[in-house]
């Protein structure tokens, strides 16, 4: 058994030799190819800044039609939904016992005219004293007062319209009995030509644009400040601007927003009262302004936005970004990056730090809508 063991050793050095060598050979290494990725080029230019609010319209004026005379309602004079002028008769309340006052108002307004005038005379020749005189000159004027009230009267059974405007539906029909002063309505008018918008605003973002142009990180936009859009509920924007009239005096206690008062031309009556619509208030220009793509942007663990910078050389830079708001399909950034840059948007899924990439346009931004909210 030994002597087998010895025979076979001298065969086994070569082979062992080979197989070492194997070992220490090097394995060609392959060469790492760019990853190809979208890029977009920050920009600066100068920004308008809008907010977008919500708000109800309103009438622009309000008339509540009501009865000023007593009396049985004869005739309703226009139709439902229509437009009336102002002066316009809307009704007509039985007005034969206001003309009999008229008629006795004006008899004893004759008579005490006459009778003054017989003691002007008469005083001339001391037939009566002054004071017959001023009873009667008294009586006359009083008189005169009386016919005054029997013609208003008698016109307020002729029931007008206050101002121009569309009228509501009726709430009261012929053969009703009207009251003097009654607390409801016979129908409403509401000029809708303009109309107004009200809006809302959180008194810490009004705090927070005062500071922002006092300190000159906002100027003011000018004559065009005052200028306001509108988007109606259904998401169309409505075609005419509207003029920013005034704010509130005081903060609601409860919601802490102040409201801001817009007046918008109304020619179609496209606007209603009661309709939900968002308006758009110019804030102010923010010079440099620096809008991000939001395919840009990813957010952290700590949830600060961060993007991806492309170096001259390829090779990667994970920078956080100083976001101040969405402006269109972008973010508007305070700080992270310079006008040059370029920050990836397409292609993130495939990168990490030590990539190395080959960048062109990225075909996922919408440039045109980028262009758009400046």
Same mark, same amino acid.
């Given at each position: 058994?030994?002597?087998?063991?010895?025979?076979?050793?001298?065969?086994?050095?070569?082979?062992?030799?080979?197989?070492?060598?194997?070992?220490?050979?090097?394995?060609?290494?392959?060469?790492?190819?760019?990853?190809?990725?979208?890029?977009?080029?920050?920009?600066?230019?100068?920004?308008?800044?809008?907010?977008?609010?919500?708000?109800?319209?309103?009438?622009?004026?309000?008339?509540?039609?009501?009865?000023?005379?007593?009396?049985?309602?004869?005739?309703?004079?226009?139709?439902?939904?229509?437009?009336?002028?102002?002066?316009?008769?809307?009704?007509?309340?039985?007005?034969?016992?206001?003309?009999?006052?008229?008629?006795?108002?004006?008899?004893?307004?004759?008579?005490?005219?006459?009778?003054?005038?017989?003691?002007?005379?008469?005083?001339?020749?001391?037939?009566?004293?002054?004071?017959?005189?001023?009873?009667?000159?008294?009586?006359?004027?009083?008189?005169?007062?009386?016919?005054?009230?029997?013609?208003?009267?008698?016109?307020?059974?002729?029931?007008?319209?206050?101002?121009?405007?569309?009228?509501?539906?009726?709430?009261?029909?012929?053969?009703?009995?009207?009251?003097?002063?009654?607390?409801?309505?016979?129908?409403?008018?509401?000029?809708?030509?303009?109309?107004?918008?009200?809006?809302?605003?959180?008194?810490?973002?009004?705090?927070?644009?005062?500071?922002? !142009? @006092?300190? &000159?990180?906002? $100027?003011?936009?000018?004559?065009? =400040?005052?200028?306001?859009?509108?988007?109606?509920?259904?998401? /169309?924007?409505?075609?005419?601007?509207?003029?920013?009239?005034?704010?509130?005096?005081?903060?609601?206690?409860?919601?802490?927003?102040?409201?801001?008062?817009?007046?918008?031309?109304?020619?179609?009556?496209?606007?209603?009262?009661?309709?939900?619509?968002?308006?758009?208030?110019?804030?102010?220009?923010?010079?440099?302004?620096?809008?991000?793509?939001?395919?840009?942007?990813?957010?952290?663990?700590?949830?600060?936005?961060?993007?991806?910078?492309?170096?001259?050389?390829?090779?990667?830079?994970?920078?956080?970004?100083?976001?101040?708001?969405?402006?269109?399909?972008?973010?508007?950034?305070?700080?992270? !990056? @310079?006008? &040059?840059?370029? $920050?990836?948007?397409?292609?993130? =899924?495939?990168?990490?730090?030590?990539?190395?990439?080959?960048? /062109?346009?990225?075909?996922?931004?919408?440039?045109?809508?980028?262009?758009?909210?400046?």
């Amino acid at each position: 058994m030994r002597r087998f063991r010895t025979r076979w050793i001298p065969y086994l050095f070569p082979v062992s030799g080979l197989l070492l060598g194997g070992c220490n050979a090097e394995a060609p290494q392959a060469v790492a190819q760019p990853i190809e990725v979208g890029v977009y080029t920050v920009q600066s230019a100068p920004l308008t800044l809008t907010t977008d609010l919500p708000g109800r319209t309103a009438a622009f004026r309000v008339a509540e039609v009501r009865p000023q005379v007593s009396g049985i309602l004869q005739q309703r004079l226009f139709m439902e939904g229509s437009e009336v002028k102002k002066g316009q008769q809307l009704y007509q309340i039985d007005a034969r016992t206001y003309l009999a006052q008229q008629a006795r108002a004006e008899a004893n307004l004759r008579s005490a005219k006459n009778l003054a005038d017989r003691y002007e005379r008469l005083l001339q020749t001391k037939a009566i004293s002054q004071q017959q005189r001023d009873d009667a000159v008294s009586a006359w004027k009083q008189a005169e007062a009386d016919k005054r009230v029997a013609d208003i009267n008698v016109q307020y059974t002729r029931v007008l319209s206050p101002i121009t405007g569309r009228i509501g539906r009726s709430a009261v029909t012929e053969g009703a009995l009207m009251t003097e002063g009654q607390t409801s309505s016979m129908a409403t008018v509401n000029q809708l030509d303009p109309i107004y918008v009200d809006v809302t605003q959180p008194i810490t973002r009004i705090l927070a644009l005062k500071r922002a !142009l @006092k300190s &000159g990180d906002l $100027i003011n936009a000018g004559d065009d =400040q005052a200028q306001v859009g509108l988007t109606l509920d259904d998401g /169309s924007v409505y075609p005419l601007q509207g003029t920013l009239k005034f704010s509130e005096v005081s903060v609601d206690q409860g919601t802490g927003s102040v409201t801001l008062r817009a007046v918008f031309p109304n020619p179609d009556r496209a606007l209603l009262p009661g309709m939900f619509v968002h308006a758009q208030l110019k804030e102010g220009v923010k010079e440099e302004a620096m809008i991000v793509p939001q395919q840009a942007i990813t957010r952290d663990s700590r949830g600060i936005a961060t993007v991806w910078v492309v170096k001259p050389d390829g090779h990667l830079e994970h920078r956080d970004l100083s976001t101040l708001r969405t402006v269109g399909n972008g973010w508007l950034i305070n700080g992270g !990056l @310079k006008p &040059g840059e370029r $920050i990836i948007t397409e292609g993130l =899924q495939r990168i990490n730090a030590d990539s190395v990439v080959k960048a /062109s346009p990225a075909r996922n931004v919408d440039l045109g809508a980028l262009a758009a909210s400046r």
